[in-house]
């Protein structure tokens, strides 16, 4: 089982990027999406899950209205369109997969291996 996240890079203030994150090796049918960013020095947090009916849910306040969260449930792929990026968020973005929908890491027992976004001021 893989979850392959890419789409990370160098961006300045104010740009926007797309991460996706396909999985691989088995069917994720009925399974919730989300991903998790860590930046330098902090715990990794939630910004945002979506149910397989395309419930979604955002975990970090800053995000909300910059960020949304989709999934081609055909291609077993989640994406996470970024608009209006600031430094802040630059991190380390991480997909996951589980069983629930919640920002709580546990629920998901799937983990990508990360793909880096750097917002330049």
Same mark, same amino acid.
């Given at each position: 089982?893989?979850?392959?996240?890419?789409? &990370?890079?160098?961006?300045?203030?104010?740009?926007?990027?797309?991460?996706?994150?396909?999985?691989?090796?088995?069917?994720?049918?009925?399974?919730?999406?989300?991903?998790?960013?860590?930046?330098?020095?902090?715990?990794?947090?939630?910004?945002?899950?979506?149910?397989?009916?395309?419930?979604?849910?955002?975990?970090?306040?800053?995000?909300?209205?910059?960020?949304?969260?989709?999934?081609?449930?055909?291609?077993?792929?989640?994406?996470?369109?970024?608009?209006?990026?600031?430094?802040?968020?630059?991190?380390?973005?991480?997909?996951?997969?589980?069983?629930?929908?919640?920002?709580?890491?546990?629920?998901?027992?799937?983990? &990508?291996?990360?793909?880096?976004?750097?917002?330049?001021?």
């Amino acid at each position: 089982v893989q979850l392959q996240a890419s789409g &990370g890079g160098l961006v300045q203030a104010g740009g926007s990027l797309r991460l996706s994150c396909a999985a691989s090796g088995r069917t994720f049918s009925g399974y919730a999406m989300a991903w998790f960013r860590q930046a330098p020095g902090k715990d990794r947090e939630f910004v945002a899950g979506i149910a397989w009916g395309g419930f979604s849910t955002y975990g970090v306040d800053s995000v909300k209205g910059r960020f949304t969260i989709s999934r081609d449930n055909a291609k077993n792929t989640v994406y996470l369109q970024m608009n209006s990026l600031k430094p802040e968020d630059t991190a380390v973005y991480y997909c996951a997969a589980g069983t629930g929908h919640s920002g709580r890491q546990s629920t998901y027992g799937y983990w &990508g291996q990360g793909t880096l976004v750097t917002v330049s001021s």
